[in-house]
T-cell receptor, first 111, second 112 residues
Framework: SQQGEEDPQALSIQEGENATMNCSYK?????LQWYRQNSGRGLVHLIL?????REKHSGRLRVTLDTSKKSSSLLITASRAADTASYFC???????????FGQGTTLQVKP | DARVTQTPRDKVTEMGQEVTMRCQPILGHNTVFWYRQTMMQGLELLAYFRNRAPLDDSGMPKDRFSAEMPDATLATLKIQPSEPRDSAVYFC??????????FGPGTRLTVL
């Protein structure tokens, strides 16, 4: 069964706008990761946030984690057409490296 | 630029045939994962290995699927016999215990 659930399932925005995706999970975690998948390609790791962290930045990406609500959000600022992809959150519950992926959010950025 | 490689990239076969997918993890990574992705089920973990030993294959149909790591540079996923419901994209990923996973480009399997 899926651990993470992303919301929304699909998002369409104009270039330059910000995109926010949310992820909820069910059990305690050690870390949460976000991945991007371009159509027909493998997943690419974007950012990892540990359970004792609340916010993390990487370039135009900002990830927050609220362990009390068992939720995380990914914010992409000043979006570009090249950001068009599916975005997945994944949780590592046991510090084993084993990840459980959500169903993903499909983001379309229109030029 | 170290990458996970997978072969073949595409495979079309007929029901009942054996399918073998291969993965070369990134050198130095001691954990290898096999995933299956479909529209209906999303991304499912089939099996994973650490230091070549299988740690968890609970996501894999045991009667027809098998996964092995003959050596540190090769992981294989075999389906025998294949069925149309096995049609999916199969991804291999490698990493270490507390680090991100690096995914290969996938093998798109179509079973007719």
């Amino acid at each position: 069964s899926q651990q993470g659930e992303e919301d929304p399932q699909a998002l369409s925005i104009q270039e330059g706008e910000n995109a926010t995706m949310n992820c909820s999970y069910k059990t305690s975690i050690n870390n949460l990761q976000w991945y991007r998948q371009n159509s027909g390609r493998g997943l690419v790791h974007l950012i990892l946030i540990r359970s004792n962290e609340r916010e993390k930045h990487s370039g135009r990406l900002r990830v927050t984690l609220d362990t009390s609500k068992k939720s995380s959000s990914l914010l992409i600022t000043a979006s570009r057409a090249a950001d068009t992809a599916s975005y997945f959150c994944a949780t590592d519950a046991g510090n084993t490296g084993k990840l459980i992926f959500g169903q993903g959010t499909t983001l379309q950025v229109k030029p | 630029d170290a990458r996970v490689t997978q072969t073949p990239r595409d495979k079309v076969t007929e029901m009942g045939q054996e399918v073998t997918m291969r993965c070369q993890p990134i050198l130095g990574h001691n954990t290898v994962f096999w995933y299956r992705q479909t529209m209906m089920q999303g991304l499912e973990l089939l099996a994973y290995f650490r230091n070549r030993a299988p740690l968890d294959d609970s996501g894999m149909p045991k009667d027809r699927f098998s996964a092995e790591m003959p050596d540190a540079t090769l992981a294989t996923l075999k389906i025998q016999p294949s069925e149309p419901r096995d049609s999916a994209v199969y991804f291999c990923a490698s990493g270490t215990a507390l680090a991100p996973q690096y995914f290969g480009p996938g093998t798109r399997l179509t079973v007719l």
